[in-house]
């Protein structure tokens, strides 16, 4: 039986005719899904209250969280929303050189993983390698950056910065677009 706490949209998201339960069932069950939602929400709240809404006891729910993020299923991180902040950032399509090994596609995704300034890297299949997204105080310091970044490294055939105006949704969270 459902805790009356949890709403049909936390645990009854229809996608493609499945429900999101469906699709992850080989790693959450339904309270686990329902933690997972509750701590998108609000990373801070307490077990206490997490375990009020997903009808568990505060221990039990505490151990659930910590298996979760153990098995490095959940993070819980913080979150800095860039245009918040009136920072500028940009996803970099980058195309890598056809003869380049996996050692040193592995070496150049090092290398980025390292870059303060880069906050993700996603490797594709496709006309684009790699998704490297980054942030800076201005374009024009992004456009530098990235200069560097790419120059970086022999692998790169060629690149595409394009800069992100405003986010609508990321992390399941609508992002507020703030004053126009």
């Known amino acids: 039986m459902a805790d009356a706490s949890v709403t049909p949209s ?8 499945e429900s999101i339960q469906e699709l992850i069932t080989d790693h959450l069950d339904e309270i686990d899904y329902q933690i997972y939602r509750i701590l998108n929400e609000d990373g801070r709240i307490s077990d206490t209250e997490l375990g009020d809404r997903v009808g568990l006891s505060r221990t039990a729910v505490r151990r659930r969280r910590k298996k979760l993020q153990q098995d490095n299923v959940i993070k819980i991180i913080a979150v800095m929303v860039l245009q918040e902040v009136d920072l500028e950032y940009a996803d970099v399509r980058i195309a890598l050189e056809s003869e380049t090994t996996t050692r040193e596609v592995d070496e150049f995704v090092d290398y980025l993983l390292e870059q303060e300034l880069v906050y993700e890297v996603n490797e594709y299949l496709g006309e684009t390698d790699l998704l490297v997204r980054v942030w800076h105080s201005s374009l024009r310091e992004i456009k530098s950056y990235v200069n560097e970044l790419v120059h970086h490294s022999d692998v790169v055939s060629e690149y595409e910065v394009v800069p ?11 992002i507020d677009a703030g004053p126009e």
């Open 164 to 174: 992100v105006i405003q986010t609508h949704k990321a992390w399941h969270s609508e």
């Open 10 to 17: 936390e645990s009854e998201d229809v996608v493609g005719g």
